[in-house]
């Protein structure tokens, strides 16, 4: 068995009505936060009820689109001019990621540049960030518990992490009740990032055993309830799965590696207008059909093997076979009404330029194995 690490938040609570902690915990750290959050300051109106009580001095900084490098920079001032000593982070993964990548410019100097991959140097930071608090208010990034923020650059219509170790949160907060009554679109595109973030994980090229075990309740959790989640928005169980899904994800790409559908979702979320988990939701049966008939091409009977395991998860059938898993995918997005790539306007002119990046996107790196470039562009056109 190959080596392999494991690392996390500091600090995970989770269950319904966990956000009444954050006072007690958010005090741990100071006296001041800078508070970011999602399109609705209005959702994170309990939240600042806990912060208050509990004494806090709150700055709010909003984010209402996927964080920018230039989102990022004012943040970065924002948390300076208010002395911040903590960075809260609350919504979805763009808020948490905007956060994470906040708190750690505010304490690093240089440029965003320095530390972005791909398009910047990759240095590692040199300081810890302020301390991060991360409250996920949809089940599906797993943000709360990975070591990297995804920023956008417009200029190169690509997205780009900055990652360090340091940038864990010190506290990941889970309170399923903050999803209930997510409106349908949303609990599908997230629900199916969550599931691609944990299939992607155990299908990876780089899997370990703890990563393994993770992702196998994550990909059971999921397959149980986000369809149950979407119909009926207040099943409480439905709900505490799919946050937990979300979480289990997390854990998952941390310690592990993710696959050929984040690789196209970089530079797909950087050209266009879209959603990531839409993105992810649109790819993941395509990818997992390549990347099965590639295994079997190759005669890669341990890929193929990840991928029957992942059928049967799915299922609940311990015949199933790796096509069967899927056609379950495929199913499932029908009922949950994903969009196709096409909707966002991405065309067969487009397909050249996206296998391009995505080929060069680190996420692609950590695929199960290396896919030509006609297969990357199969992917695409069948995703369209």
Same mark, same amino acid.
């Given at each position: 068995?190959?080596n392999?690490e494991f690392a996390?938040?500091?600090r995970?609570?989770?269950?319904?009505?966990?956000?009444?902690q954050i006072?007690?915990?958010?005090?741990?750290?100071?006296q001041r936060?800078?508070l970011?959050?999602?399109?609705s300051?209005?959702?994170?109106e309990?939240?600042?009820?806990y912060?208050?009580?509990?004494?806090?001095?709150v700055?709010?900084f %909003?984010v209402?689109?996927?964080?920018?490098?230039?989102?990022?920079q004012?943040?970065?001032e924002?948390?300076l001019?208010?002395r911040?000593?903590?960075?809260?982070g609350?919504?979805g993964g763009?808020?948490?990621d905007?956060?994470?990548?906040?708190?750690a @410019?505010?304490? #690093?100097p240089? +440029?965003? @540049? *320095?530390y972005l991959e791909?398009?910047?140097?990759?240095?590692?930071?040199t300081r810890a960030p @302020?301390?991060?608090?991360?409250?996920?208010t949809?089940?599906?990034?797993g943000?709360?518990?990975?070591r990297?923020?995804v920023?956008a650059?417009?200029?190169?219509?690509v997205k780009?992490s900055m /990652?360090?170790?340091?940038?864990l949160?010190?506290v990941?907060?889970?309170?399923p009740e903050?999803?209930?009554?997510?409106?349908?679109?949303i609990?599908?595109s997230t629900?199916m990032d969550?599931?691609t973030? #944990?299939?992607?994980?155990?299908?990876?090229?780089?899997?370990?055993?703890?990563?393994d075990? @993770?992702?196998?309740?994550g990909i !059971?959790r999921a397959a /149980?309830?986000l369809? /149950?989640?979407y119909?009926?928005?207040?099943?409480?169980?439905?709900?505490?799965?799919?946050?937990?899904?979300?979480?289990l994800g997390?854990l998952?790409?941390?310690?592990?590696?993710l696959?050929a &559908?984040?690789?196209?979702a970089a530079p797909?979320?950087?050209m266009?207008s879209?959603?990531h988990g839409?993105?992810?939701a649109?790819?993941?049966?395509h990818?997992?059909?390549a #990347?099965i008939?590639?295994? !079997?091409?190759?005669?890669?009977q341990?890929?193929?093997?990840?991928y029957? !395991?992942v059928?049967?998860w799915l299922?609940d059938?311990?015949?199933? %076979?790796?096509?069967?898993?899927? *056609?379950?995918?495929?199913?499932?997005? !029908?009922?949950l009404?994903?969009?196709?790539? %096409?909707?966002y306007?991405?065309?067969?002119a487009?397909i *050249?330029?996206?296998? +391009?990046?995505?080929a060069?996107?680190s996420?692609m790196?950590?695929?199960?194995? &290396?896919?030509s470039?006609?297969?990357?562009?199969?992917?695409l056109e069948?995703?369209?």
């Open positions: 068995m190959a392999f996390t938040a500091a995970i609570v989770f269950g319904a009505g966990a956000l009444k006072g007690a915990l958010a005090s741990e750290y100071g936060a800078l970011v959050v999602g399109g300051v209005g959702r994170a309990s939240l600042l009820g912060l208050s009580a509990a004494g806090l001095e700055t709010v %909003s209402q689109h996927e964080p920018t490098i230039a989102l990022a004012a943040g970065r924002a948390a001019s208010s911040a000593q903590m960075v809260v609350f919504g763009s808020a948490l905007a956060a994470k990548a906040i708190a @410019l505010a304490t #690093n240089g +440029d965003p @540049l *320095d791909v398009i910047g140097k990759a240095q590692p930071l @302020l301390p991060i608090l991360a409250i996920p949809t089940a599906g990034t943000s709360e518990v990975t990297n923020a920023l650059s417009p200029e190169a219509q780009v /990652r360090h170790l340091l940038m949160p010190r990941a907060l889970i309170d903050l999803t209930y009554g997510l409106p349908a679109p609990t599908a629900g969550a599931l973030q #944990n299939i992607e994980p155990y299908t990876c090229n780089a899997p370990n055993p703890i990563v075990a @993770l992702a196998a309740q !059971q /149980r309830s369809r /149950r989640a119909e009926q928005p207040h099943d409480v169980q439905a709900r505490e799965d799919m946050a937990l899904a979300s979480l997390g998952s790409l941390a310690n592990a590696k696959g &559908v984040h690789g196209f797909i979320g950087g266009f879209v959603p839409a993105v992810c649109a790819l993941l049966p990818v997992m059909r #990347n008939e590639a295994a !079997q091409e190759a005669q890669r341990d890929i193929v093997e990840r029957v !395991q059928a049967r299922t059938d311990p015949q199933a %076979s790796a096509q069967n898993g899927v *056609d379950w995918v495929l199913a499932l997005s !029908q009922v009404a994903i969009p196709p790539l %096409s909707a306007g991405i065309g067969e487009h *050249d330029e996206l296998v +391009d990046k995505a060069r996107a996420s790196k950590g695929n199960a194995l &290396v896919l470039a006609l297969r990357l562009r199969a992917i069948a995703a369209l």
